[in-house]
């Protein structure tokens, strides 16, 4: 986490600035994704050394060195929803190849209605086999989310007080039994709002009632306090669609009685299922709530490949003139978020079509479970632009350089007929540095 957030801020301010057209001018959005290159290879990047001797501890000069990524640092996901849930086992197959061979970074459902249709039994097992498959195949997951007015559990009591202690006793719950598994959560969903009567008040009318008579931030922070405990090594965020001054206020009071501040990470809602955000857009909400001096995750991104609008009557198809559209557009935005020096990930919805959000035809593959070009074209630069696999020689101190992506690496180094391997991570602001002994 960057101890120093305000000077990320400054840093891409300076490269936009000399970006511009007209001095003292607001870059264009021709002039914001211009600099988006610049801007990837100053924040996503990082030099590094490798340096190789012998038993003695004397360089090696000419000794090959193979370097090849991992894992990105930056957290590339998608929800993970139908994960065990399609309808046959060549579905699911598929489904999971193309999820582990593009993504790193997975968010399981936890919603309470179905969560935990039945008091006192929540659905652990089952999550925790998904949570399994993620780390076997190098997938940091999150869980989503501890605490929101989305739905009343059909069992959920009258009494107001009883409710609060069930919401508390549901957090303590998850984050303990579930650690070591997922250790990332969105604690709190979407408090900006939460009374909202079109839909809270009407959906879960018993919660809603509990966190107004709690009150709008004191619910809040106890949920904070609640996940702390349980976790006290976890990444707790905050989450909302909202992305104006409201949630900035909300942010804002989310501070114990210390001043400290309760969440690690703010999470922005980002589905465009009308119009997609344009450059300015999406840099001016990145720098807004950049201020906080904590990554931004972007949670929850969609953009639609067929007709575009809001809860359209299925049958809701993809179509190949929405598929580009789709796939141009999440290019662009993925390198402006990718480029900006807050954002730490970026999280889609959903990765198929079959029963995705509102039936929407969002997902990076079609409902039969093959990729859209959104998912080929993300895969060039997730696997490949911003990809690194290289190959470099010692000189004649035994030192071999290169400049990588963030992330985590596999090692090889080849001198006189032997071969040494190992693992390492390539972090930024950090002296990258790796000795390797060939004996």
């Known amino acids: 986490m960057n101890r120093f957030p305000f000077l990320a801020v400054l840093t891409a301010a300076v490269l936009l600035t000399a970006a511009r057209s007209t001095p003292g001018a607001e870059p264009s959005d021709e002039e914001l994704f211009a ?46 929803f139908q994960w065990g849930e399609l309808p046959n086992d060549q579905l699911q197959t598929a489904y999971r190849k193309h999820f582990a061979e593009l993504l790193n970074f997975a ?35 999150k869980g989503h989310p501890l605490a929101w007015n989305m739905g009343d559990p059909r069992w959920l009591p009258d009494n107001l007080e009883e409710i609060r202690r069930l919401q508390m006793a549901r957090i303590d719950d998850c984050v303990t039994r579930l650690h070591g598994l997922i250790d990332r959560w969105d604690v709190v969903n979407e408090a900006t709002h939460f009374d909202r009567p079109d839909f809270a008040e009407r959906r879960a009318p018993k919660h809603t009632a509990m966190w107004k ?22 990444t707790l965020l905050i989450n909302d669609y909202r992305t104006d001054p409201a949630y900035e206020r909300v942010i804002e009071k989310l501070v114990d009685a210390e001043g400290k501040r309760m969440y690690d990470v703010i999470g922005i809602q980002s589905h465009m299922h009308g119009s997609t955000w344009n450059n300015r857009k999406i840099w001016d909400v990145c720098q807004r709530f950049a201020r906080f001096g904590v990554p931004l995750h972007f949670t929850e991104t969609t953009i639609l490949s067929g007709e575009r609008g809001w809860q359209r009557k299925p049958p809701w198809p993809s179509t190949p003139e929405g598929e580009a559209w789709q796939a141009k557009e999440a290019v662009r935005i993925y390198t402006m978020l990718f480029s900006h020096p807050s954002v730490e990930a970026l999280t889609w919805w959903d990765f198929c079509d079959h029963y995705a959000w509102q039936k929407a035809p969002a997902g ?18 997730i696997k490949g632009k911003w990809w690194t696999k290289t190959s470099v020689q010692t000189d004649r101190n035994g030192e071999a350089k290169f400049r990588g992506v963030l992330g985590d690496y596999e090692l090889g180094v080849t001198a006189d007929g032997k071969k040494v391997t190992g693992k390492f991570t390539l972090v930024k602001k950090t002296p990258n540095r790796w000795v390797v002994k060939v004996e």
């Open 35 to 80: 600099g988006a290159d610049a801007r990837i290879e100053k924040h996503r990047k990082a030099d590094a050394v490798v340096v190789v001797i012998d038993r003695d501890g004397k360089p090696v000069p000419g000794a090959k060195v193979a370097v090849e990524q991992t894992r990105h640092a930056f957290l590339f996901g998608s929800n993970i």
């Open 107 to 141: 968010t399981l459902p936890f919603y309470w209605t179905s969560y935990e249709g039945e008091k006192g039994k929540p659905r652990h097992e089952p999550t925790e086999q998904v949570a399994r498959w993620c780390k076997e195949h190098n997938i940091i997951t």
């Open 213 to 234: 008579k709690v009150g709008q931030i004191e619910f809040t922070r106890e949920c904070f306090v609640h996940a702390r405990k349980a976790g006290p090594q976890a």
């Open 364 to 381: 990076f593959l079609r409902k039969d479970m093959t990729p859209k070009p959104m998912y080929e074209e993300l895969k060039k630069l």
